[in-house]
């Protein structure tokens, strides 16, 4: 089953939406340049859930980190910056991490092979000078060149009219898709009819 990641929830009513139509992840941008940084405080996630709260993060401090793990009861942590393999390494002492790529057509997945033992997931994203968010999408052609056995999450620009075409792909490592932009309202207001419809799509509900 593929996994969804809704990231860039800026408010708890849609996370709790979210939460009830089985969202496997949501993201919550600690990133204060970011149009959608979460700055109000959230309760405790309902126990029942199965849906995950991802923290992403970019180049933050180590204090700063651990102190939004604890205090949003984060079960995940998403580093979309330049952070170093040590640092992963650490962080992945605490709770699991998924590291963020950018990819452009001239990018190495060599890059990739240090980080594997510290990670739970990559996430390929769209490379852009603002850490994601761009909206665009890279050549998925690219991903021929992941060898890895590593599981990949695919970012950058997915819109619902692509779903069709990224169930199609045939990467014995993509293990699902993180969804921002293109399912936007305004940021960090999410279409959650967009949302459920992609969903759908994704569990074989309709055509």
Sequence with gaps: MMIVKVCG???????????????????????PPSKRFVTLPWSK??????T???GVFVNPEM?????????????????????TVDFC???????????AFGI?????????????????????DT????????????????????????????SGGIRLEDIDDILKLEHKALAGIDVNSGFEISPGVKDLDKINKMLKIIHNEES
């Design 127 to 154: 490379k852009s000078a603002f850490y994601g968010g761009s909206g665009l999408k890279f050549s998925w052609h690219k991903l021929a060149e992941y060898n890895y056995d590593k599981p990949f999450l695919l």
């Design 45 to 50: 996630p309902n126990q029942q859930t199965s």
């Design 104 to 124: 452009d057509d001239t990018f190495s997945f060599a890059t990739l092979a240090p980080y594997q033992n510290f990670v739970k997931y990559f996430l390929l």
């Design 89 to 99: 390494k650490e962080v992945d002492s605490w709770i699991p991490v998924i590291k």
């Design 9 to 31: 929830i800026t408010q708890e009513d849609q996370y709790k939406l979210l939460e009830q139509q089985q969202v496997d992840m949501v993201g919550l941008n600690f990133y």
């Design 63 to 83: 204090e700063f980190l651990l102190d939004m793990i604890d205090q949003y009861n984060l079960d995940l942590v998403q580093l979309h910056g330049n952070e």
């Design 52 to 54: 995950q709260r991802i």
